[in-house]
């Protein structure tokens, strides 16, 4: 297709992009019984080979792969944190800027295109899918984390994890910074990151006819040679950067819901225990596949929210209600104050905050991004770029700091008000628990946060291993249901060898070293987004 195909047509209209490739064409498709393949050949076999190899490595040379990855998250992170820090602010503002311009008024699907799910369904399934396990994990230790490094003596020194200079010995500013810093990560960048890779992926599939795939991304800048090594290379970093961006977030679950058995039941905690706990849930997780998405993720994804709704609400109205919810607008002031430091890419003297917190979670979002995107994608058509962005940006970003403000201010209460001193003691995968433990009803609090952790577990990896089977399968949204069964085990089974090959730092180093190719992929579809936009009618 040529250039002038991208400029905006005379009648407002627009026809799908013209190309001779079929979805499916190069797939290699076979039958062993009752079971069928039919997979993309080149991405499928290059990223589940080198999968394969990696998880035999780990397993086998369990030390070595520890003392690897031990290096190679701080060696990407301090040499590259200016990288990511540029390229998150290069893309809220260009979902800000596409949302106040004439693009808003495209419609995903086209002019006559009617929304597939309500409101509330839709919501429910990009939010379980975008940030569910992270939150029950760092709702509580991520505010008390920086409020006290904030708060210390040493605040602002070389040695500190201060966000910014700290506010040392000052309580109330110290908490300010603290949600400012905690808010920073888990509101408008990490949305934004979603929004470019879903709205991209849902204009290239449900407007310009491509495969729901990585490469169509990419179609006005590559042209027909998306179908061969330049596609196969952009949809073989997505496989990687979903796969080990969730076998973060699958073992940080495990070591999460362990700390929770050990401290309700008595469980043990331990390596053991926590590779049966992702075996357990991964195959409930199977049989979640098995149901597909309506009856699979969709089910479990209501079942979350109201769950998680249930908790957020009892320790609002059983915690410190007042200060949660004056707190709620004032953490949002605080936000917008530190905001322009916080997202500062250079010169930064905080370098343990900067490249130990916010690099870190920009390249797991970043290799989140591929899964949520196309997840968010295919549960989309029908709603206005406009309205897209606003609810994937603006709305689970105040969810966030409502959640955040709610346990991690709650932690903070107890820490400064009380004297309760266990929860800033506790291990990071222990907090929540600890926080619980203060208020009322603490067992069947508790219970609910393990219960939690467990279902986002289960729909993280159920989607993820949809979205992975369909770039694998060359963007066909209805492979053989094998295949997604073999993603979905290969994702508990990286999740296993990470945990196993170097615990946290490990996870945490899979998610970076994906995550940093990735950005730059994400850059050039920014540019490929805004071109595809502005072919499209404005109904």
Not at 246 to 265: K, R, V, Y
Not at 343 to 359: I, K, L, M, Y
């Amino acid at each position: 297709m040529s250039n002038e195909s991208y400029e905006t047509p005379p009648d407002g209209e627009v026809q799908a992009i013209e190309t001779d490739y079929e979805v499916g064409q190069d797939n290699y498709q076979s039958k062993f019984g009752p079971f069928g393949l039919d997979i993309h050949n080149p991405v499928f076999m290059i990223s589940g080979l080198t999968i394969v190899a990696f998880v035999f490595l780990a397993l086998a040379l369990p030390g070595p792969a520890a003392d690897f990855f031990g290096w190679l998250r701080p060696a990407i992170t301090s040499t590259f944190d200016w990288f990511f820090l540029l390229s998150a602010n290069i893309f809220v503002l260009v979902c800000l800027g596409i949302v106040v311009s004439p693009l808003g008024r495209v419609r995903i699907g086209g002019t006559e295109a009617t929304p597939d799910y309500s409101y509330a369904t839709w919501f429910s399934m990009l939010f379980a899918a975008g940030m569910g396990i992270g939150l029950m994990f760092f709702g509580v230790s991520e505010p008390i984390s920086h409020f006290t490094s904030s708060f210390a003596e040493g605040a602002g020194s070389a040695d500190s994890w201060a966000p910014l200079a700290g506010a040392a010995g000052d309580a109330v500013e110290a908490q300010r910074l603290g949600m400012a810093a905690t808010i920073f990560h888990w509101g408008l960048h990490p949305w934004a990151i979603y929004a470019i890779v879903a709205l991209a992926l849902a204009l290239f599939s449900f407007n310009k006819g491509l495969p729901l795939s990585m490469r169509s991304i990419f179609y006005p800048i590559f042209g027909e040679r998306v179908w061969g090594w330049t596609g196969h290379i952009i949809d073989t970093l997505a496989v990687f950067a979903t796969l080990f961006g969730l076998a973060t977030s699958l073992g940080i679950g495990a070591q999460q819901a362990n700390a929770g058995l050990e401290f309700l039941f008595g469980i043990p905690d331990g390596d053991t225990s926590k590779v049966l706990l992702i075996i357990g849930i991964t195959g409930i997780a199977l049989l979640s596949v098995l149901a597909g998405l309506d009856k699979g993720v969709r089910r479990l994804s209501e079942a979350n929210m109201i769950l998680a709704a249930l908790l957020l609400l009892f320790v609002l109205f059983v915690g410190p209600t007042t200060v949660i919810l004056s707190d709620f607008f004032g953490n949002l002031g605080a936000y917008a104050e530190y905001l322009p430091a916080l997202s500062n890419p250079f010169g930064r003297e905080d370098a343990n905050f900067s490249q130990g917190w916010t690099s870190f979670y920009w390249a797991w979002w970043i290799s989140w991004s591929p899964f949520v995107g196309m997840f968010i994608a295919r549960v989309s058509r029908g709603r206005t770029v406009r309205e897209f962005i606003i609810c994937v940006l603006i709305i689970p970003s105040l969810v966030s700091v409502l959640w955040m403000t709610a346990f991690g201010g709650t932690a903070v209460h107890l820490i400064v008000d009380q004297n309760y001193q266990a929860v800033a003691d506790a291990a990071l995968e222990l907090k929540l628990f600890v926080m619980l433990e203060a208020l009322p009803l603490t067992a069947i609090a508790s219970f609910i946060g393990i219960v939690l952790v467990i279902v986002f577990f289960v729909t993280s990896s159920d989607s993820g291993s949809l979205v992975i089977d369909t770039i694998t399968a060359g963007g066909k949204t209805d492979a053989p249901v094998p295949q997604r069964v073999f993603w979905c085990t290969f994702e508990g089974l990286v999740a296993i060898a990470l945990l196993l090959g170097g615990g946290l730092t490990a996870l945490q180093a899979a998610a970076v070293s994906t995550g940093l190719p990735f950005t730059l992929v994400l850059l050039l579809g920014c540019y490929a987004l805004i071109k595809g936009l502005i072919s499209e009618p404005r109904g």
